[in-house]
T-cell receptor, first 110, second 115 residues
Framework: KQEVTQIPAALSVPEGENLVLNCSFTDSAIYNLQWFRQDPGKGLTSLLLIQSSQREQTSGRLNASLDKSSGRSTLYIAASQPGDSATYLCAVYAGNMLTFGGGTRLMVKP | EAGVAQSPRYKIIEKRQSVAFWCNPISGHATLYWYQQILGQGPKLLIQFQNNGVVDDSQLPKDRFSAERLKGVDSTLKIQPAKLEDSAVYLC?????????????FGEGSRLTVL
């Protein structure tokens, strides 16, 4: 059974810092990995999708990497802004099922 | 392009009552998912449809939960009778070809409180 873990569970940083969110998964036989953002009381917004054959994806200030062999992905956020405050979730697709981690709650202080 | 629509946004019921949630996916998306998200946790898949057929319902508590997707478009998720532990946000998502090849797009969710 696939298990997805996100560390840290919560993170508070001052505005302008670069930061890294971590995601680990137990079964490396995945099809893809997706990072989502969730604002309070809202649904999930897709940020980046990495196919199993890819090693990273970039969108603006966001960069996600994937290391299948070690079962890890990282989401790098450059020059963080207060508007980046949200919960960030990673999800792994394997065995015909998308499994989510518990999320990292990020607060960026002005 | 319209997103995934869900209703109602909020519902408060007493235990042992029933409730139904509705989802309209993005037009043309063949795959539809229902997730349960308990406060502070990541979403957990309840059921996945491909068109109007069930692909995976292994984590659906079938003694009280049911879901259908008639005509391969809209879907409803029903809980009867509700328990206190069913308090959660129920998220509907859709994808064009399935999560293995494409992105999932989520609705804003239906928040259920069971008293």
């Amino acid at each position: 059974k696939q298990e997805v873990t996100q560390i840290p569970a919560a993170l508070s940083v001052p505005e302008g810092e670069n930061l890294v969110l971590n995601c680990s998964f137990t079964d490396s036989a995945i099809y893809n990995l997706q990072w989502f953002r969730q604002d309070p009381g809202k649904g999930l917004t897709s940020l980046l999708l990495i196919q199993s054959s890819q090693r990273e994806q970039t969108s603006g200030r966001l960069n996600a990497s994937l290391d299948k062999s070690s079962g890890r992905s990282t989401l790098y956020i450059a020059a963080s802004q207060p508007g980046d405050s949200a919960t960030y979730l990673c999800a792994v697709y394997a065995g015909n099922m998308l499994t989510f981690g518990g999320g990292t709650r990020l607060m960026v202080k002005p | 392009e319209a997103g995934v629509a869900q209703s109602p946004r909020y519902k408060i019921i007493e235990k042992r009552q029933s409730v139904a949630f509705w989802c309209n996916p993005i037009s043309g998306h063949a795959t539809l998912y229902w997730y349960q998200q308990i406060l502070g946790q990541g979403p957990k898949l309840l059921i996945q449809f491909q068109n109007n057929g069930v692909v995976d319902d292994s984590q659906l508590p079938k003694d009280r939960f049911s879901a259908e997707r008639l005509k391969g478009v809209d879907s409803t998720l029903k809980i009867q009778p509700a328990k206190l532990e069913d308090s959660a946000v129920y998220l509907c998502a859709s994808s064009f070809r399935g999560a293995g090849t494409g992105e999932l797009f989520f609705g804003e969710g239906s928040r259920l409180t069971v008293l």
